[in-house]
């Protein structure tokens, strides 16, 4: 059901493209629908149209570094990066990817004042896991553990801090027991792995 009604929105985009082919905002939302079926090639397509139609679209830009991403282009993704952060610097998502693109290319030092950046707006959790697992992987212990306290803004949040840091600490009853709480409490899959994991 769920894959009828995507395949149906995209036959609606794709007509609303027919349609409005000129349209940056049509574009744009062909773009994004393409980027998350990984058609990286037809998504940087309609989204490089959009940009060019609204060079200022915070969506359309950020859209189409996705999409250069996807398709390996990432000197052009960190450039289109660095531009999006002066024209808006107050946009999250352009330090906190930019972060996240530099940890991929194994650059973990380079990656630190855009994952903190992006950690300090305490918005996303994503962005603070990002910057623990970057301290992790620096062997920067006392970061890391100050970094997964901070999640107190994201409450939900804070059981993954915890089993992070009892894994640290290699104590697997008290991950096993917060695995379990947790699943009983949410039903989220995530705890069901670690239990069996840990058996």
Do not use: C
């Amino acid at each position: 059901l769920a894959e009828a009604r995507g395949l149906a929105f995209l036959h609606a985009l794709e007509r609303a493209v027919e349609l409005a082919p000129e349209d940056p905002g049509v574009l744009a939302a062909y773009g994004t629908l393409l980027n998350e079926l990984a058609d990286y090639e037809g998504a940087y397509q309609a989204l490089r149209q959009a940009v060019d139609r609204d060079p200022l679209s915070r969506l359309a830009q950020a859209q189409l570094i996705i999409a250069l991403e996807g398709l390996g282009r990432f000197a052009e993704a960190r450039e289109k990066l660095l531009t999006l952060m002066k024209m808006y610097p107050d946009y999250l998502f352009a330090p906190s990817e930019l972060g996240e693109l530099l940890v991929m290319q194994g650059q973990l030092d380079a990656a630190l004042p855009y994952l903190r950046q992006a950690h300090a707006a305490r918005s996303s959790p994503r962005s603070t896991f990002m910057l623990a697992n970057t301290y992790l992987n620096l062997g920067m212990e006392s970061e890391l553990r100050r970094t997964l306290a901070e999640l107190d803004y994201a409450p939900g949040a804070m059981p993954f801090a915890d089993a992070i840091l009892a894994g640290m600490r290699g104590d697997d009853t008290a991950s096993l027991q917060l695995a379990k709480t947790q699943l009983a409490k949410t039903n989220d899959p995530i705890w069901r792995s670690l239990l069996i994991n840990a058996a």
